[in-house]
């Protein structure tokens, strides 16, 4: 996905010119992939930039970060306030906000204890990542030949760098066989997630998502839309899912900051429900729900905004 440049980005604790964000070739993280990092939006509203869940992702950031031994040099409510103060430095009214934690530059080597910890915040206007006619009339999936990584090699639980790796050979994988995007299986067998997104299926009235015990991330657009969905007054489960539920699923979504909620059009070229593709009426009810949520239309969900004017 192109990205337009903005003017400043926040690096351990000073906002430096775009063009100077620089790091060292020889920073551990680069070599042995073990960042972790954040993916956040912040949408127009009249009260200025409203960030979405931005304390949460910043706790998840920390959370991440504890899984793999790092210390994070600033708080959460110092990374907070750190984003509010990139966004007002950008004169953005939107953007994808990215976090990132990083063994920089000190030693070589596989042990990363004493390595230094830095953290940037870079944002920019993004579109949405699967494409505004893929929010509009959903996208095809294909479940791809790569397990997600078992928990017992990685715990995917983090959104480490370097698991992204296997997240990036199903995303090449899928849209060589001509795909918009991938869904992984865990090594047992049952479906985790997408790339870079949670999925729900809709059957029966009745709306489900892998648990995270599948590999499925904590994904915060994944339990606003649980809460949404339960407001709603659909029952919302979370539950094991065989690829084969997928194909008769009335309805499918993916669900991601990035890519907000995207229907499905197709699972390895089965189309979903009996619509010729189209997406659903639950899942549109749910799409038009979210958007109302986090571009501050509806009150109901007001402590989800954050606001970097404020
Ligand atoms: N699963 C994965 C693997 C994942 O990377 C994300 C976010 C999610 C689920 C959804 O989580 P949440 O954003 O909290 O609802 N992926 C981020 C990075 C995407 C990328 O490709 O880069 C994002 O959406 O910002």
């Known amino acids: 996905m192109p990205f337009e440049k903005t003017k400043k980005i926040w690096m351990d604790g000073a906002l430096v010119d775009w063009d100077d964000a620089r790091i060292h070739v020889l920073s551990h993280t680069l ?23 931005l304390t949460d992702h910043m706790r998840r950031l920390h959370q991440s970060a504890h899984l793999l031994m790092m210390k994070v040099p600033f708080t959460v409510q110092e990374l907070v306030d750190a984003t509010k103060e990139t966004i007002r430095a950008n004169d ?29 915040i870079a944002l ?23 397990r997600r990584m078992d928990p017992n090699v990685m715990p995917v639980a983090a959104k480490g760098t370097g698991i992204y790796v296997n997240s990036s050979l199903a995303k ?29 299926t809709v059957r029966d009235g009745v709306i489900s998502t892998p648990p995270t015990s599948s590999g499925a991330l904590d994904g915060l657009t994944r339990a606003s839309v649980m809460t949404i969905a339960r407001d709603l007054g659909y029952p919302v489960v979370e539950a094991k899912l065989l690829r084969s539920d997928l194909y008769l699923a009335d309805e499918a979504f993916l669900t991601g900051t990035a890519a907000e909620i995207v229907p499905m059009r197709s699972v390895d070229d089965r189309q979903i429900g009996d619509r010729g593709g189209d997406p659903g009426p639950i899942t549109k009810e749910i799409q038009a729900a979210y958007f109302d949520a986090v571009y501050a239309r509806n009150p109901k969900y007001s402590d989800w905004l954050e606001y970097a004017d404020e």
């Open 31 to 53: 070599h042995y992939g073990s960042g972790v990092f954040e993916g956040i939006r912040a949408y127009p509203t009249d009260r200025g930039p409203a960030i979405f869940r």
């Open 124 to 146: 920019w206007p993004w579109a949405s990542y699967l494409g505004d006619e893929g929010v509009r009339n959903g996208v095809r999936l294909q479940v791809s030949s790569w």
């Open 172 to 200: 090449v994988e899928a849209i060589k066989a001509g795909y918009d995007e991938a869904i992984l299986l865990n090594t047992l067998g049952y479906v985790a997630e997408c790339t870079g997104e949670n999925l729900f």
């Open 92 to 120: 953005v009214e939107s953007c994808y906000i990215r976090p990132l934690v990083y063994l920089g530059y000190g030693e070589m080597g596989l042990n990363p204890l004493p390595c230094p910890v830095n953290v940037s």
